[in-house]
Nanobody, 121 residues
Framework: QVQLVESGGGLVQAGGSLRLSCVAPGNIFRIGPMGWYRQAPGKQRELVADIIRGGSTNCGDPVKGRFTISRDNGKNAVYLQMNALKPEDTGVYHC???????????????WGQGTQVTVSS
């Protein structure tokens, strides 16, 4: 089983910044697209941002201009820099990654356990 480990969540005031990290194990053949989703209480999970292996990114409209996704392929890691945070950004943030565990084993999508982000007004 592949476990994605997230870190960096916490409590911050509106207007502040946080940086989330997500790391996959080192014994993986290849990682494809990686991304961040979030889920607020009573709401559906929504895409925050995703990034392909080559570096092209896609951000959800609510976070454009404030959040930046990046990755380090050498470290099997994806990051989410969150600036100008708003109370509506509060939620549990989950990373995901499309992973081929071994050569030619096929792609599976894995998810992290989630990290809580709380933005106070």
């Amino acid at each position: 089983q592949v476990q994605l480990v997230e870190s960096g969540g916490g409590l911050v005031q509106a207007g502040g910044s946080l940086r989330l990290s997500c790391v996959a194990p080192g014994n993986i053949f290849r990682i494809g697209p990686m991304g961040w989703y979030r889920q607020a209480p009573g709401k559906q999970r929504e895409l925050v941002a995703d990034i392909i292996r080559g570096g092209s990114t896609n951000c959800g409209d609510p976070v454009k201009g404030r959040f930046t996704i990046s990755r380090d392929n050498g470290k099997n890691a994806v990051y989410l820099q969150m600036n100008a945070l708003k109370p509506e950004d509060t939620g549990v943030y989950h990373c995901n990654a499309d992973i081929m565990r071994f050569y030619n084993s096929g792609w599976l999508r894995y998810w992290g356990q989630g990290t809580q982000v709380t933005v106070s007004s």
